[in-house]
């Protein structure tokens, strides 16, 4: 079995919506992501942009391994 991180919903529906609105501008890379993010969004706290990011690059390496 395997245990899984605790992501709110909130933090997964902007995740998926930016993906799916800009394609290719998001990496797997987190401090990339991170600016990307303040450019890309309005995320008001640093916590919430930090989960934001770290399952964006989840999202990508899931991406990536499907395509190969």
């Known amino acids: 079995m395997k ?5 709110t919903l909130l933090i997964k529906k902007v995740s998926k919506e930016l993906i799916s609105k800009y394609p290719n501008v998001f990496t797997t890379d987190f401090e990339r992501n991170k600016i ?17 990011s770290g399952y964006i690059v989840n999202l990508m390496k899931i991406k990536i391994r499907e395509q190969s």
Request: glycine share 4%.
């Open 3 to 7: 245990v899984g991180k605790v992501r």
């Open 36 to 52: 990307l993010l303040d450019k890309y969004s309005k995320v008001d706290s640093k916590h919430l942009r930090n989960r934001i």
